[in-house]
C-alpha cells in the first residue's frame, strides 16, 4: 500500500469523516504533515488573493487543504506595503473574488481599508485558517509526492510583546502544489550606477506610505507604472518638490472615458473588433483626454496597448491625475538615469539635479525560484509560467495569480484550479475508500 493510500485508508474507516467536514477542519487549523505522513488535499503556498481565491473554491466542493504563509496576516503586501491613497484600479466588479460581490455600498473604486475589510469577510465567510508564520523553504516533487519543507515560526509574550522564541522544519507531502505567491511577492530593485555614494534618502516604493514626512524636500521616483504615478500624484498633493523617472516606453490612458471604465469599454470592443482596431480607438480617445503625452516626456510603444498587454504581459497605467500635475509643472518628468552623485542624479540627456529622496517605484518579482525546485512549467529567469495565462503543469502543479490579468485573472485561476483538483478528488480521494 502506498502512503497516499495508508493514509486515506485510516481516514476513510473514520465514522465521523465527511469532505466539507475536513475542508472546515483544515481551514481552521487542523495539524498536517506532522509526522511527514501524506495530506490528503492540495498544498497552497501564499495567503494572498490568490490563495483565499482557492481556498474559498476547494472548501465548496468539499476538499480539504492546507494554505501555508510566511507572515503573520493573509494579503500581507496590501496590508504592509501599500501606500495609503491605494485605490483599485479597476472598478470593483472585475476585482471581486469567487463566490462572493463586493457589498453593493462600496466605490466603485474600492480602498485600500475596503479591499482588506472585504478580504477578512471572506476569511470568514468561507472558515479560512491559513497556518501563518509558516515560510516554505523548498518544495520538489519526488515522483509520487511534492514534499514541501516549511520552516515555522514559534512566538510567544515576552515582556508584553510578541517574540520568536524557537523555529521548527517539517515536512508536508501531498499530490497537488498550488503556488500562488503571486506576481509581486518581492520588491524588485535595480542596480544603477553609483547609488552607494547618494547621501539622501533611498527606498523603495514598497515602504511608501505619504507624502506628509516629505513636505519641502526634493523627491524623485524612479518608474512609471502605476505605482509611480500614484505615488508622484500623492508625492505632489502634500506640496512635496517631485519629480518622475520615464525610463521607457509606456501607456498611458485616462482611468475612465466619458463616465465609462476605459478597462470596461476595452473588455467590450475586443469582444466584436481586432485588437489593432480596438487599440487605435483608445489611442484616439486617449489623445482627446489627455493629448500628446510624448510631448510630456513620456513616449509611447509602437504596438497599442492591448496588443502590448496580450503579447508582453505589459499593462498599461491608468491615469487619476498625475498627467494633469505633469502639465502644470507640478511634476517634472526626466529620463533614464546615468548615475548617482553624492546629492543628486545625472540624467542620460546630461542633466544632473539634486534630490533629497529617492523613490524606487520600480515594481516586484516573483520569489518562486528561489524555493519551487521545478524548471518546465515556471520559467527559472522571471518565477512565471513559461506559457501565458498558463495555470496548470505536470504532476499536480497549479499557478494561482500568475496571468498578469489582475484580480480578475485571480479568479479565473482559482475556479479552474478548484474544478480540476476537484475532479481529481473525486476519482481517487475520499470517496474512493469509503465505496470499499
Same mark, same amino acid.
Given at each position: ?20 467536514? $475536513? ?5 481552521? &487549523? ?15 503556498? &501564499? ?27 493573509? $494579503? ?29 455600498? +462600496? ?65 508536508? +507531502? ?33 515602504? +511608501? ?126 529620463? $533614464? ?6 546629492? &543628486? ?47 496548470? &503543469?505536470?504532476?499536480?502543479? +497549479? ?38
Amino acid at each position: 500500500m502506498d502512503r497516499f493510500a495508508e493514509t486515506e485508508g485510516k481516514r476513510a474507516h473514520d465514522p465521523l469523516y465527511s469532505p466539507r467536514r $475536513a475542508a472546515r477542519a483544515t481551514a481552521t &487549523g487542523f495539524p498536517v504533515g506532522e509526522h511527514g505522513e501524506v495530506f490528503a488535499g492540495p498544498l497552497i503556498v &501564499g495567503a494572498g488573493p490568490a490563495g483565499l481565491a482557492v481556498a474559498a473554491c476547494l472548501t465548496m466542493r468539499g476538499v480539504p487543504y492546507a494554505l501555508l504563509e510566511r507572515y503573520d496576516c493573509v $494579503a500581507s503586501l496590501w496590508r504592509h506595503r501599500t501606500y495609503r491613497r491605494l485605490r483599485l484600479h479597476l472598478p470593483k466588479r472585475y476585482c471581486e473574488l469567487p463566490l462572493m460581490p463586493f457589498p453593493a455600498n +462600496y466605490p466603485e473604486y474600492p480602498t485600500r481599508e475596503q479591499f482588506l475589510a472585504y478580504l477578512e469577510e471572506y476569511l470568514r465567510t468561507f472558515g479560512i485558517r491559513p497556518f501563518f508564520r509558516s515560510d516554505v523553504i523548498s518544495a520538489e516533487f519526488d515522483g509520487e509526492f511534492w514534499c514541501v519543507r516549511v520552516k515555522e515560526v514559534v512566538t510567544a509574550a515576552i515582556d508584553g510583546r510578541e517574540a520568536v522564541v524557537s523555529s521548527v522544519t517539517r515536512d508536508y +507531502y501531498s499530490k497537488w502544489l498550488v503556488v500562488a505567491t503571486g506576481e509581486n511577492a518581492e520588491p524588485a530593485v535595480p542596480e544603477i550606477d553609483g547609488i552607494d555614494i547618494f547621501k539622501g534618502e533611498v527606498m523603495h516604493s514598497c515602504d +511608501y506610505r505619504s507624502g506628509e514626512p516629505y513636505q519641502g524636500k526634493k523627491v524623485l521616483v524612479v518608474g512609471c507604472g502605476n505605482s509611480g504615478m500614484e505615488v508622484s500624484l500623492d508625492l505632489s498633493n502634500h506640496n512635496v518638490h517631485t519629480s518622475m523617472v520615464v525610463r521607457d516606453t509606456v501607456h498611458v490612458l485616462p482611468r475612465e472615458i466619458m463616465g465609462l471604465s476605459t478597462f470596461g469599454l476595452s473588455l467590450w470592443l475586443l469582444m466584436c473588433l481586432p485588437v489593432q482596431t480596438v487599440d487605435r480607438i483608445l489611442l484616439l480617445l486617449t489623445r482627446l483626454v489627455l493629448g500628446d503625452t510624448a510631448r510630456l516626456g513620456i513616449p509611447r510603444p509602437s504596438t497599442g496597448p492591448m496588443e502590448l498587454k496580450k503579447v508582453s504581459g505589459k499593462t498599461p497605467v491608468l491615469d487619476v491625475g498625475t498627467i494633469a500635475k505633469i502639465k502644470s509643472g507640478d511634476i517634472k518628468v526626466f529620463p $533614464a538615469i546615468q548615475s548617482f552623485r553624492e546629492h &543628486g542624479v545625472e540624467f542620460i540627456d546630461g542633466k544632473t539635479e539634486d534630490f533629497d529622496v529617492v523613490i524606487l517605484a520600480t515594481g516586484y518579482k516573483s520569489n518562486v525560484p528561489y524555493w519551487l525546485k521545478e524548471n518546465e512549467f515556471f520559467s527559472e529567469k522571471d518565477g512565471f509560467p513559461r506559457k501565458p495565462s498558463e495555470w496548470k &503543469g505536470k504532476n499536480g502543479l +497549479y499557478a494561482a495569480g500568475f496571468s498578469r490579468r489582475g484580480l480578475l485573472g485571480v479568479s479565473i485561476d482559482a475556479t479552474k484550479i478548484a474544478d480540476d483538483i476537484g475532479q481529481c478528488w473525486n476519482d481517487i480521494g475520499y470517496e474512493k475508500h469509503k465505496t470499499k
